[in-house]
């Protein structure tokens, strides 16, 4: 079956995570990072999820997993050693019509957490449908190699140039041919020697 490629605003969204061990930390923070509301159910936390929660960056209940903790979540991440935990709750998503992931076990997964080169706004994601988590994160290990960090700073310029190019009075092909000669290798290159080149010495 193939998977549908999306990339998900999960901004002020009410996100579950069952599970505050080391492997649950890893996801809690990427969901805090996309602004997620982030409930954690878990008896016991990591001293970094414990200081989270602490400092109000997410709600944290030092308990065991109750049926209704989906409640009017969007998504849930499940975390926990326990096998037969981990798809009792996955099977309480899916009565609930909430997205679920249980770390590690495909077959109990609505979606997957794809390996992902960050460069600022540009976001490239990688997945093999569950198949070989290794070949994505050695891809993703290649990809970083070739997009560099001067990635970030070109993409915010981009973005900048396009703001200004909408503004102006032009057909709609007229601004996509624009649009387009902005981000050729020869575009990119130019970028990069001007981020780099030394600054002109005063007379």
């Known amino acids: 079956m193939s998977l549908?490629?999306?990339?998900?605003?999960?901004?002020n969204r009410p996100c579950l995570v069952v599970g505050a061990g080391r492997v649950g930390e890893e996801k809690i923070k990427s969901l805090l990072a996309a602004g997620a509301l982030?409930?954690?159910?878990?008896?016991?936390?990591?001293?970094t999820v414990a200081q989270w929660a602490r400092d109000g960056k997410l709600s944290w209940q030092p308990r065991r997993f109750q049926p209704a903790d989906l409640d009017g979540k969007f998504l849930a991440v499940v975390a926990t050693p326990?096998?037969?935990?981990?798809?009792?709750?996955?099977?309480?998503?899916?009565?609930?019509?909430?997205?679920?992931n249980v770390v590690d076990d495909p077959p109990l997964c609505?979606?997957?957490?794809?390996?992902?080169?960050?460069?600022?706004?540009?976001?490239?994601?990688?997945?093999?449908?569950?198949q070989s988590p290794a070949l994505a994160q050695r891809l993703r290990r290649d990809l970083e190699q070739q997009f560099g960090s001067e990635y970030e700073e070109?993409?915010?310029a981009l973005g900048r140039k396009r703001q200004d190019l909408l503004k102006l009075a032009m057909g709609s092909e007229e601004r996509?041919?624009?649009?387009?000669?902005?981000?050729?290798?020869?575009?990119?290159?130019?970028?990069v020697r001007g981020i780099t080149r030394p600054p002109a010495r005063m007379p």
């Open 4 to 11: 549908f490629p999306m990339f998900l605003k999960l901004s």
């Open 38 to 47: 982030v409930i954690v159910v878990a008896p016991e936390a990591t001293e």
């Open 82 to 100: 326990s096998a037969e935990l981990n798809d009792g709750i996955y099977r309480e998503a899916q009565r609930r019509g909430v997205l679920c």
């Open 110 to 130: 609505d979606f997957y957490y794809p390996a992902v080169v960050n460069r600022g706004k540009l976001q490239i994601a990688i997945s093999t449908n569950g």
């Open 154 to 156: 070109w993409v915010e």
């Open 176 to 191: 996509r041919r624009l649009l387009h000669s902005l981000v050729t290798r020869e575009s990119f290159e130019e970028f």
